[in-house]
């Protein structure tokens, strides 16, 4: 079956607009992931949801990072006012669910954010 | 946040050598998880790891849940070229309230040499 899929693959954007980056789970996975991933570095968590529920902000960088989910499948990644730090790639995943043997994480491509 | 120490940084190695990398926590963890990482797409799930002391093999790739859970390696055989790329290691905290975050390793960079 189809994967994780994100959209757009690259953003480019002026420093100070808003950007909007989109995640499509795996079909039937109830949990769903972003994480944010700087040149050369490991993932750094942003946040989970468990259906449209988002139990776990605490990796949100700033009140400028937000996110939804809806009808426990597409989630958004919104960006408010950009600034340069904020360039990275962003990467969703998704999983099953959240029971102990459900865990495996599958990741899409990622978002490649570049704030100019 | 929780600190996974992923070791070594970077490896430089001949097709056909066996490869060993690992990390380690401070903290008790759950699950462990590897991934590796090309260039320009997202991490790839190799081996998940659920039980301390659990040894899992997914062809060339063998990885082991530590007795100790604060530790897992990964070890790839007969390494060949298209092992190239990035490895990640991910662990999950074990007991209540410790959420549902996994915890990423800062990588490994593997180049083979044909």
């Known amino acids: 079956g189809a994967g994780v899929s994100q959209s757009p693959s690259n953003k480019v954007t002026e420093k100070g607009k808003d950007v909007e980056l989109r995640c499509d789970p795996i079909s039937g996975h109830t949990a769903l992931y972003w994480y944010r991933q700087s040149l050369g570095q490991g993932l750094e968590f942003l946040i989970y949801f468990q259906g449209n529920s988002a139990p776990d902000k605490s990796g949100l960088p700033s009140d400028r990072f937000s996110a939804e989910r809806t009808g426990g499948s597409v989630s958004t990644l919104t960006i408010q006012r950009t600034q340069q730090e904020d360039s990275a790639v962003y990467l969703c995943?998704?999983?099953?669910?959240?029971?102990?043997?459900?865990?495996?994480?599958?990741f899409g491509p990622g978002t490649r954010l570049t704030v100019t | 946040g929780q600190q996974l120490n992923q070791s070594p940084q970077s490896m430089f190695i001949q097709e056909g050598e066996d490869v060993s990398m690992n990390c380690t926590s401070s903290s008790i963890f759950n699950t462990w998880l590897w991934y590796k990482q090309d260039p320009g797409e997202g991490p790839v799930l190799l081996i998940a790891?659920?039980?301390?002391?659990e040894l899992t093999s997914n062809g060339r790739l063998t990885a082991q849940f530590g007795i100790t859970r604060k530790d897992s390696f990964l070890n790839i055989s007969a390494s060949i070229p298209s092992d190239v790329g990035i490895y990640f290691c991910?662990?999950?905290?074990?007991?209540?309230?410790?959420?549902?975050?996994?915890?990423f390793g800062t990588g490994t960079s593997l180049t083979v040499i044909p």
């Open positions: 995943a998704s999983t099953p669910g959240l029971d102990h043997f459900l865990r495996e994480q599958y």
């Open positions: 790891l659920y039980k301390a002391g």
């Open positions: 991910a662990g999950q905290l074990s007991g209540a309230n410790t959420g549902n975050q996994f915890y």
